[in-house]
């Protein structure tokens, strides 16, 4: 814990700072929640005149345009600092970067210690560099994104989200060419960083790839409060990726808000998710961690024969003001004579609170929520914003001849956001994993620091 502490300070150090000069810069805007110049005006399709410029309110709860990479990478400050940002004529550029450093403990019954080993452990969970632009001169509304994250469990460098993405006024919505997240799953689709929680539930992780290369379209109709994300994906440019395993998939996320109000901080999500897979050279593997990154993977099934996967669930939100509750669940059929055509199945209900009052925005073009900004942060002499989360999990990958293992987990978590830019976690879990013909107890221990600048 010491080691963390200092480690706190000493970034707390350098981006104090620049979080001091955000906030001087952007005086009489929300922090976080202004638009690109490019955006198009909120409650309608985008613009093709790059050079009008929405105001947004004050405090908006609704977020009625997209950018290239805003669905995966986190939100890089506007004019933090003076080498963080260009605008040319034919080019605009805007750079960052985003750190995640944890602390995982445990503490486990005679049954757990028998299933794996488990040691405290200090570590890097996430380091990405970040470009993001957009291109005044042409005359549609286009943004382009690229990312590039250590990836900590290989060792390695990879590209995240990279692309060009161009509104279609037209179709209501944009079309985005690259690598990208699929869309399924609303928990998926919000950027890691603005998560309730430091890990996605485990059903998530383990049958939802966390990019794919391809195309995907985005579209929302303000007068019906509908909203859709269509994709198709190909492996021929990451098959060697460590996150590859599929050679082609399609997916479908429909969602409609029947009701969505920006004065009243009220939203209701209703959304239905399907994806069609087929597994590279024909082998799966479905496994999860036990939403700590440090421990090892507790549900396994091990590789196996599998032609093609069918997924199909739901995703149910509603948000009053700093209150909100959510759930999703899932089913993935799997097309494997030789296993029996195993069904697997998991999700997750959470709810959470805003304790100083802050309302959590939503995004209507992509369908997923973003991050938590404090009406007064902690370097600007206030408290912060501090969110109480409450979120029960599970999964199941006993199926047919396979025997991967039953895992639920109970996270009340505390999230303190000192401003936008740093985040402070902690999180206690007590799961149980049925699997090895034993059923073991564990008590999670976890806190991660979180910067983004």
């Not at 509603?318 to 799997?334: C, T």
Request: include cysteine; charge should be neutral; glycine fraction near 10%.
């Amino acid at each position: 814990m010491r080691r963390l502490l200092q480690v706190i300070v000493l970034i707390s150090l350098v981006v104090a700072p620049g979080t001091l000069c955000a906030q001087e810069e952007t005086a009489g805007t929300q922090s976080g929640t202004e638009e690109p110049k490019d955006a198009a005006q909120p409650g309608g399709p985008p613009t093709g005149n790059q050079n009008q410029t929405t105001t947004p309110s004050a405090n908006p709860n609704l977020v009625n345009t997209e950018e290239a990479g805003e669905s995966d990478n986190i939100e890089i400050p506007r004019k933090m600092a003076h080498w963080n940002e260009y605008e040319g004529p034919h080019f605009t550029m805007r750079a960052g970067a985003g750190l995640l450093y944890e602390f995982a403990g445990y503490s486990q019954d005679k049954q757990s210690k028998q299933q794996f080993t488990l040691d405290p452990d200090f570590r890097l969970r996430d380091f990405r560099f970040l470009l993001r632009g957009t291109f005044p001169s042409l005359k549609r509304n286009v943004t382009w994104s690229t990312g590039i994250m250590y990836d900590a469990p290989t060792n390695s460098w990879l590209f995240r989200e990279t692309g060009v993405m161009f509104a279609v006024p037209k179709l209501w919505g944009y079309f985005f060419i690259g690598r990208t997240k699929e869309g399924f799953s609303l928990n998926k689709v919000m950027v890691g960083y603005a998560g309730w929680t430091i890990e996605r539930f485990t059903m998530n992780d383990a049958t939802v790839p966390i990019l794919a290369d391809g195309i995907k379209w985005l579209g929302y109709s303000p007068k019906h409060g509908f909203l859709w994300n269509l994709g198709w994906y190909t492996d021929v440019f990451s098959h060697s990726q460590s996150f590859s395993s599929y050679s082609h998939q399609a997916v479908a996320r429909v969602a409609w808000l029947p009701i969505h109000s920006e004065a009243e901080g009220t939203l209701l999500h209703l959304g239905a998710n399907f994806r069609y897979g087929t597994p590279e050279n024909d082998q799966l593997q479905i496994r999860s961690r036990p939403e700590t990154f440090p421990a090892p993977y507790f549900v396994d099934t091990g590789k196996f024969e599998a032609t093609a996967t069918r997924m199909a669930g739901y995703e149910a939100y509603y948000r009053v003001g700093p209150w909100m509750l959510g759930s999703e669940y899932w089913f993935q059929l799997v097309s494997s004579r030789s296993t029996g055509n195993p069904v697997f199945r998991g999700g997750d209900i959470v709810t959470t609170w805003i304790l100083t009052g802050e309302t959590r925005p939503y995004n209507t073009v992509g369908g997923y929520f973003k991050a938590v900004t404090p009406s007064r942060p902690v370097f600007d002499g206030g408290p912060g914003a501090w969110e109480l989360v409450l979120r029960f999990s599970s999964i199941d990958l006993n199926s047919g001849t396979l025997r991967g293992g039953k895992f639920w987990r109970f996270t009340p978590d505390l999230n303190w956001y000192l401003s936008r830019e740093v985040r402070w976690s902690f999180t206690y879990g007590y799961g149980q994993l049925d699997r090895f013909d034993l059923r073991g107890n564990t008590q999670f221990f976890q806190t991660r620091l979180q910067l983004q600048f």
